[in-house]
């Protein structure tokens, strides 16, 4: 069975005292959630205050990017050790605004994953296709294009700490999710892949989030599709109601 995965991603939002207020808030509302695997990821300014709440309870600490040296000259960079050190058990990767405006590609996506796995620090690898991609008719190949070369050289070993969050470009940050049956579609299509490049125990015990307007309303219907195993949720963790609520429809 797969333990479904929640995470929040507050992108660059909230200061650390919003940060501390918020994690507050969602730790008070959900202490008593074991179901579910609860994740929050602040801006790196808030990591450290944000652990100090989320310690020894039920939420896990993750951040939303890393750099793959373990330390040296790389000004504005921060390294798994740095994370490990602060508290992270998980990191998100590859995220599209990371590949739109950060110049992130899959090869940098996939040195980011095995540096996090080096220091036992989960990555949330996300992958999916833009607008323009779905419209030509290559989404597949796009999830195809990202699936491999991010997980590229990863053991099965290593494939059970990663978890990877489908995001369809297009649904992101604009109140228009993937219908479930999309949703189901591409996870089904990239649980397929792991099978092929890993085997089916891989593939049938790796988590995939879908992600793009996750909201209370639709949480449900998304969660219920037998591929879809958690939801990385942007926008609508930034307020603890909205991310309990959607905590609680998965219950
Ligand atoms: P959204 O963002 O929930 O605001 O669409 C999701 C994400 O970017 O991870």
Redesign the pocket.
């Known amino acids: 069975m797969r333990r479904v995965i929640i995470a929040g ?1 507050w ?1 660059m939002n909230k200061n650390i005292s919003e940060s501390i207020d918020l994690a507050n808030a969602i730790k008070r509302s959900l202490y008593n959630v074991e179901e579910v695997e609860i994740v929050v990821c602040p801006p790196f300014t808030s990591l450290s205050d944000v652990n100090e709440i989320v310690l020894e309870s039920n939420i896990k600490l993750g951040a939303q990017d890393v750099y793959w040296e373990k330390e040296g000259a790389f000004t504005g960079e921060v390294s798994s050790p740095m994370l490990k050190n602060v508290g992270c058990e998980y990191c ?1 990767v590859g ?3 990371r590949r739109q405006f950060f110049g992130e590609t899959n090869e940098t996506v996939n040195k980011k994953a095995k540096a996090l796995l080096k220091e036992g620090i989960m990555p949330i690898v ?1 992958v999916g296709e833009k607008l323009e991609d779905r419209k030509a008719n290559k989404t597949f190949d796009v999830i195809k294009d990202h699936v491999t070369n991010s997980l590229a050289g990863l053991t099965k070993e290593d494939m059970r700490k990663v978890v990877i ?1 489908y ?1 369809p470009v297009w ?5 228009v ?1 993937a219908t479930k049956e999309q949703a189901q579609e591409a996870h089904k299509y990239i649980r397929a892949l792991l099978k092929d490049m890993f085997d089916g125990t891989v593939a049938e015990s790796a988590r995939i989030q879908y ?5 209370p309303d639709n949480i449900k219907e998304l969660i219920s599709q037998e591929d879809v195993d958690g939801a ?6 930034l307020k603890a109601d909205p991310f309990v609520q959607i905590v609680r429809g998965c219950l």
């Open positions: 991603n992108k998100i995220h599209s605004e996300c969050a995001e649904a992101i940050g604009t109140g999710n992600g793009g307007s996750v909201k990385l949720v942007g926008g609508a963790s």
